[in-house]
């Protein structure tokens, strides 16, 4: 018995994906040109309103989680937590998590269960990418890009996806 097998040699397309955070109601228009290229933006929560993503339909997919800030209309158009699958990478976005080393209450069990590889969160106005080998993901906090708030950098994060892996991370600065 003769076995043959397929094996294509063309190159996967990278996923470029935007990720925004604490907006507060507010939408940075220098986003339209930051993220232009980007097949999905997520917003890790704190929106502020309806308005905000409204302004991100000139996005190809958007997808959103609500903060602690949000009103009724976010909470019933967005859920508080997301977690899914793309070009490999399991991927778990909420408002409020935490970090490796000082997870919010639950989400390193949550995490490690769903065998998450990207972990993307907002809440504390501070950028943050930090590595858990211990879990063996990828931690992303973009910061806020909202203009409330006591952060002196307002920022926003884009990288790349493929085979399960991040990559070519780049970051967005705006000062006050």
Known sequence: MMLVKRVSLAKKKLVQIGIISDTHGYFEPSLREFFKQCDEVWHAG????MEVIQEMQVFPKIRAVYGNIDGTAVRQSFPSVMHFELEGIRVYLTHIGGY???YASGIKARLKELG?????CGHSHILKVIPDPQLGLLHINPGAIGKNGFHQ???AVRLKLSNGKPS???VLEITR
């Open 100 to 102: 490796p080393g000082n």
């Open 168 to 170: 070519e991370l780049e």
């Open 116 to 120: 998450t590889g990207l972990f993307v």
């Open 46 to 49: 704190d929106i502020g309103s």
């Open 153 to 155: 950098v307002r920022t």
